[in-house]
């Protein structure tokens, strides 16, 4: 029976900088005050190998940050579980703040920078075809919320996009809370593909149905506004989540691809 190993200091180290965003310096420092107690600035820069005109500035941050205080000249660790929580608590009050200042950006912006284009570009009608090369599924995921808004029939035959539907589903939701019952929304996932009922409780909810057909090869989305989106996995990519796709508006190509897949629609198995 082998006995189960503690974690290194690097280890520790490492997580402390990945998780809890400490630097080098802040993260050992705090180390040497867990290990060995209260510190002047003189010891803790031999302890922590840290060059001592950066000990004031690591430990000012140190303490910024909820990791340490000071007592009378020395520097003492905040217990883990306390400085911990308060790092979380901190990353949780920024985000928010930073949430609600990129929705007043973002309505700000809407607002502005149509005003940037164009005449050009504002003559672009859009019954002209239309070819674009997109790359990454936030790209991909913001054309698929674009395509969704402007269309109130749609077909997505889903391969890949199950596995990211992380990604999708809250455009789905979201578009549902606007416009419930203007469109309607057919999805067709691959047979193999494992359905829950959350899936179906949230596609219910987004106003779509699903099936299943053995015949799904990639990604795609057609619309009743002449739209084509075609997805595949993108091997040149580094992302974790990394994808390619053509967006086409094209009449005759949008509407013969529709008519193939309302015959496999008809054909796939209701879930």
Known sequence: MTKETSPSLQEIESSLKEYFKLSSYEARAYISLLRL?????KQLSSSATIPLPRVYDTLESLMSKGFALKKD??????????????RTRQFEIQFSEDQKRRADAESRLTDLLPQLRTNSSEGTD????????????????????????????VILIAKR???????????LL?????????????????TNVRISKDDLDQARSANAQIRK???????????????????VPDPLS???NHAIAIWVRNASFARSTRNSIEEMWESAEKV
Do not use: C, W, Y
Request: a negative charge; aromatic letters at 8%; zero cysteines.
């Open 73 to 86: 000249e020395s520097f003492l660790a905040i217990p883990p579980k306390q400085a911990l929580k308060g």
């Open 238 to 240: 580094e992302e974790i």
């Open 126 to 153: 859009s019954s002209n075809s239309e070819i674009s090369v997109l790359k990454g599924f936030n790209t991909i995921a913001n054309k698929f919320a674009e395509l969704l808004e402007d269309s109130k029939d």
């Open 161 to 171: 996009a199950v596995e990211a539907k992380e990604f999708f589903i809250p455009i």
């Open 174 to 190: 979201e578009f549902s809370k606007s416009q419930p019952p203007k469109r309607r929304i057919r999805i067709v996932a691959p």
């Open 213 to 231: 057909s053995d015949n799904v090869i990639f990604d795609m989305m057609v619309t009743d506004r002449d739209d084509v989106l075609i997805g």
């Open 37 to 41: 107690g209260g510190q002047s600035t």
